[in-house]
């Protein structure tokens, strides 16, 4: 073995120790300054985050096979362990299927605003059956990842059919921000609803990763 081969493969050894020691993250991009914020204010160096895109929030039939494909990579470059950043988040229990089948865990609970609310505290809230819910992510993205996906840009006699059923739009915040709250607000008048404001923080995001 050459000296420029040694130096190869210590330097290939090395890189595959250290992404033994990792755990690689596969998230929604909708939560993805979520979870930097906690990584940074945990000191959680040895999280290594990948985001999958956010529009598919508003398309849940492309997060199992994206997840899939990311286990895929993140087993291929030596990735010691592998957490999904994702609630079943509208996937039918496939997500779960998958991580069953993977042998990987993913955070708990139905979907971000459960997890963000507190799980626990969002199943006790039956209130909430008639209540669309917004996010920091959702609130600055309004009208890309809701009026846009549901054809209300182009079409708005159709809010009464999308959200007819509902009572309250639920602002649920993971930072106090005026501007934020200020879309919502707009957000709730746009849809003809009424508005409610609840401060979260980061909820059991904050645990689940912690926990890695």
Known sequence: MSAADTEVWSDSSTHQRANEKKVRVIA???IAREIIAVC?????????LQCLPAIWHAYPGKIAPGVENAIAEARAEGVGRIFVGYADCGTGGLLDALCEREGVERIAGPHCYSFFSGNEAFVKDD????SFFLTDFLARQFEAFVIEPLGLDRHPQLKPMYFGNYRKLVYLSQLEDEGLQQKAKEAADYLGLEYEYRFTG????TSA????
């Open 28 to 30: 929604c991009g909708a």
């Open 40 to 48: 940074k204010a945990n000191h959680l160096d040895h999280i290594d």
């Open 127 to 130: 209130d909430d059956v008639t």
């Open 202 to 205: 980061y909820g059991d995001l």
């Open 209 to 212: 990763l912690t926990q890695l």
